[in-house]
């Protein structure tokens, strides 16, 4: 049997979410193909423990955070040097933008013999002021080209930095994937989750809408709210499974349109996939996207699908076939396609077996493996 390459994966946060998925999903998907996984994650402890009963060796990051602060940095580099030095990979994998960077860094430092970067989507397309989205434009293209390789979630986020010198030549695209296993009942499903948020009960004949998202300006909650509250005489629901920054202007913004227990905030939701069958429609209104986890794991249930047109969400989603695209920032597309989708449950469950199919076909878990380990061999 040949010698076990040693790979190490370093991701910003550990608090759970589409990057940690996909740290997940890659990491105990090598260490069952004879790899030598270790993974050091920051912030929150979900991912290291899910990977701790998975036997996958983990290290606790310290002083790495999301957000950049210059004293903090120096700190966090000299985290990363000294277990990069540590544990000797033959693979340094990283994983969000302040940990790619810093870890290029640290690598190239090092000489690691390969430093992949798999950039889930960048800083630079957030809604910033100009100098701000210049410079996180630099420091992506600077991640990449420290980097041997850099992995692309979607066409899309390969294409935003096609025009630095050298960076499209150094980008490859892998789809992010998922195993498509058995899935509860709509009937089994809605008893779980009436028994983690009991004010549902209440709900049973509503039409039931479910967004798995994190409480950030990204992901255009605050656009939906104002398109739902339009929906007038419809009944519905509207669960949203997700912690974050935005929680108190949401629940504000919710007294303030008399939605109260038409709209629930659940928090953070531990394997919150289980709870999709129960719904009848998956939301996603964001401003800026990758390749979502949380569509693949509606398609893998057949939920149908309404999402913006951002990202690489329009490589998983073709409107009208697998889901509905609108645009984003625009409430009145949420409003009248909600009305299309709840009017018409024949065309909504054609809709979610198409997306099973799709998931099934062309965002598998091996598909994903194979294109990760195609930018380990540098091939």
Not at 122 to 149: I, Q
Not at 200 to 221: C, F, M, Q
């Amino acid at each position: 049997m040949p010698i076990a390459k040693r790979v190490l994966f370093i991701v910003t946060k550990g608090s759970w979410g589409g990057a940690q998925r996909y740290v997940f999903d890659v990491a105990t998907g090598l260490a069952a193909r004879n790899y030598e996984v270790s993974v050091a994650a920051g912030g929150g402890s979900e991912l290291l423990s899910a990977l701790s009963k998975e036997g996958v060796r983990t290290v606790k990051l310290v002083y790495m955070e999301r957000d950049f602060a210059r004293r903090g940095e120096w700190r966090a580099f000299r985290e990363l040097f000294k277990i990069i030095r540590a544990q000797k990979p033959d693979i340094l994998h990283l994983n969000s933008s302040k940990a790619g960077l810093l870890g290029a860094l640290a690598g190239r430092l090092l000489r690691v013999p390969r430093i992949v970067f798999t950039a889930h989507g960048w800083a630079s397309e957030e809604s910033r002021p100009l100098k701000e989205r210049a410079l996180f434009l630099t420091l992506h293209w600077l991640t990449v080209l420290l980097s041997h390789c850099t992995i692309a979630v979607s066409k899309h986020t390969r294409r935003h930095l096609k025009w630095f010198p050298f960076a499209s030549r150094k980008m490859i695209t892998v789809h992010n994937g998922i195993s498509i296993g058995a899935k509860l009942s709509r009937a089994a499903s809605w008893e779980l989750l009436i028994k983690r948020i009991s004010v549902l009960a209440a709900h049973y004949t509503s039409y039931r809408i479910v967004s798995i998202a994190e409480l950030h300006p990204n992901k255009g909650l605050d656009v939906a709210l104002e398109g739902l509250a339009a929906l007038g005489s419809v009944p519905w629901v509207w669960v949203i499974m997700g912690e974050g920054e935005l929680r108190q202007e949401l629940e504000r913004r919710i007294q303030e349109c008399g939605l109260h227990g038409r709209v629930i905030l659940a928090g953070r939701v531990p394997r919150a996939a289980q709870y999709l069958p129960a719904f009848d429609l998956f939301l996603l209104p964001s401003r800026k996207e990758g390749l979502p986890y949380v569509l693949l794991e509606a398609g893998a249930v057949e939920l149908p699908v309404l999402a913006t047109s951002v990202g690489g969400i329009p490589e998983l989603i073709r409107s009208m076939k697998d889901g509905i695209l609108i645009d984003p920032e625009v409430p009145e597309a949420v409003t009248g396609a909600v009305r299309i989708m709840a009017a018409d449950p024949q065309k909504c469950k054609q809709f979610g077996a198409r997306l099973k199919e799709r998931v099934g076909e062309a965002f598998s878990t091996e598909i994903m493996l194979e294109g990760v380990i195609h930018a380990y061999e540098g091939v």
